[in-house]
């Protein structure tokens, strides 16, 4: 491949922004006052531009000066230029200051963050909040993110890491299939429509009552990618999910979902807020944070454990 020729070598923008202010004048002494410059300086500075030019750019003339020929070709791309430069860092910094961007995983935003997220938009009505979706990891380096909502072990490095809450996972159907199929102890899910039953969140649910996980396979079942979809068909009678009740915690508060078997098992992971530490005096980093753990605060649920279970009856905090 061809190498590409090397970019012209630029001026020095503080003479660029001098030449700028003194064409539009045509007066050294205005453009000292609008820089904060003495006019000394303001010759200097312009000295340096025709030095680089090798051309006058100015007429001197007793109260005024006047544009060359060349100054002229010069004047209207530089007041463009230094525009253009202006209303993008305006732009950037006021977008910076009200628009919130917010990434988390997609089971957790839509059931768990934006029904609430409203109230917070009540509360801010200043920023503009904007919701991502993602299964990867945020580079806050690369990607235009303002903090992230994480499920995991909170062991990310160079990241502030806060705990919202810990993650439980529980059987959870509608009332009218608990009668119906009559559950009541945890043997009696053997006989039920469980979705997606070769979840590891089964097989560990199962082991910590003490029934053996491969009693599950052998049987014709539903197998679908998220917690949403699990807990979509569920609400639709089509069997038991396996999921977070915290994170549909309307849905067993409206009697919509109901435990399955009155037991839920404690996850290693957690769900967590992180934002680089850099930004943490930032204002809207500052306030949805302490919304943010204020709700989940408010959100904690008290969950049933079995009485002898490996689980630990740790309430959601």
Same mark, same amino acid.
């Given at each position: 491949m061809p190498a590409h020729p090397p970019p012209p070598k630029l001026p020095p923008l503080a003479a660029v922004r001098?030449?700028? @202010?003194?064409?539009?004048?045509?007066?050294?002494?205005?453009?000292a006052e609008e820089l904060g410059m003495t006019q000394a300086a303001v010759s200097y500075q312009i000295r340096l531009l025709e030095d680089r030019v090798g051309a006058a750019l100015f007429v001197r003339q007793p109260r005024q000066v006047v544009l060359t020929a060349i100054g002229q070709r010069l004047a209207g791309p530089v007041a463009k230029a230094?525009?253009?430069?202006?209303?993008?860092?305006?732009?950037?910094?006021? =977008?910076?200051?009200?628009?919130?961007?917010?990434? @988390?995983l997609q089971t957790m935003a839509i059931t768990w963050l934006s029904p609430r997220l409203a109230q917070f938009q009540i509360e801010n009505p200043q920023f503009d909040v904007r919701v991502g979706t993602s299964q990867h990891l945020v580079d806050f380096a690369t990607e235009s993110v303002d903090l992230a909502l994480r499920y995991g072990l909170g062991d990310w490095p160079d990241l502030t890491v806060e705990k919202l809450f810990d993650n439980h996972y529980a059987p959870l159907c509608t009332p009218e299939l608990r009668e119906k199929l009559e559950l009541r102890e945890p043997h009696?899910?053997? #006989?039920?429509?469980?979705?997606?039953?070769?979840?590891?969140?089964w097989k560990n649910w199962f082991a910590d009552v003490g029934i053996?996980?491969?009693?599950?396979?052998?049987?014709?079942?539903? @197998?679908?990618?998220?917690?949403?979809?699990?807990i979509q068909a569920a609400l639709r009678?089509?069997?038991?999910?396996? !999921? $977070?009740? =915290?994170?549909f915690a309307y849905d067993i508060e409206a009697g919509r979902l109901v435990f399955a078997i009155d037991h839920?098992?404690?996850?290693? #992971?957690?769900?967590?807020?992180?934002?680089p530490p850099a930004r943490q005096r930032e204002r809207k980093i500052r306030l949805f944070r302490d919304w943010v753990l204020a709700e989940a605060r408010a959100a904690c649920m008290k969950l049933p454990v079995l009485p002898g279970s490996r689980s !630990? $009856? @740790?309430?959601?905090?």
């Amino acid at each position: 491949m061809p190498a590409h020729p090397p970019p012209p070598k630029l001026p020095p923008l503080a003479a660029v922004r001098v030449f700028e @202010a003194a064409a539009r004048h045509q007066n050294f002494t205005r453009a000292a006052e609008e820089l904060g410059m003495t006019q000394a300086a303001v010759s200097y500075q312009i000295r340096l531009l025709e030095d680089r030019v090798g051309a006058a750019l100015f007429v001197r003339q007793p109260r005024q000066v006047v544009l060359t020929a060349i100054g002229q070709r010069l004047a209207g791309p530089v007041a463009k230029a230094l525009t253009d430069i202006g209303t993008v860092f305006r732009d950037l910094c006021e =977008e910076n200051q009200t628009v919130l961007t917010i990434s @988390a995983l997609q089971t957790m935003a839509i059931t768990w963050l934006s029904p609430r997220l409203a109230q917070f938009q009540i509360e801010n009505p200043q920023f503009d909040v904007r919701v991502g979706t993602s299964q990867h990891l945020v580079d806050f380096a690369t990607e235009s993110v303002d903090l992230a909502l994480r499920y995991g072990l909170g062991d990310w490095p160079d990241l502030t890491v806060e705990k919202l809450f810990d993650n439980h996972y529980a059987p959870l159907c509608t009332p009218e299939l608990r009668e119906k199929l009559e559950l009541r102890e945890p043997h009696d899910l053997l #006989r039920a429509p469980l979705l997606s039953p070769m979840e590891d969140w089964w097989k560990n649910w199962f082991a910590d009552v003490g029934i053996d996980a491969p009693k599950l396979g052998g049987r014709a079942s539903l @197998a679908l990618q998220m917690q949403t979809m699990n807990i979509q068909a569920a609400l639709r009678g089509h069997g038991v999910a396996i !999921a $977070a009740p =915290e994170l549909f915690a309307y849905d067993i508060e409206a009697g919509r979902l109901v435990f399955a078997i009155d037991h839920a098992v404690r996850d290693e #992971r957690s769900y967590w807020i992180v934002y680089p530490p850099a930004r943490q005096r930032e204002r809207k980093i500052r306030l949805f944070r302490d919304w943010v753990l204020a709700e989940a605060r408010a959100a904690c649920m008290k969950l049933p454990v079995l009485p002898g279970s490996r689980s !630990a $009856a @740790a309430p959601v905090i």
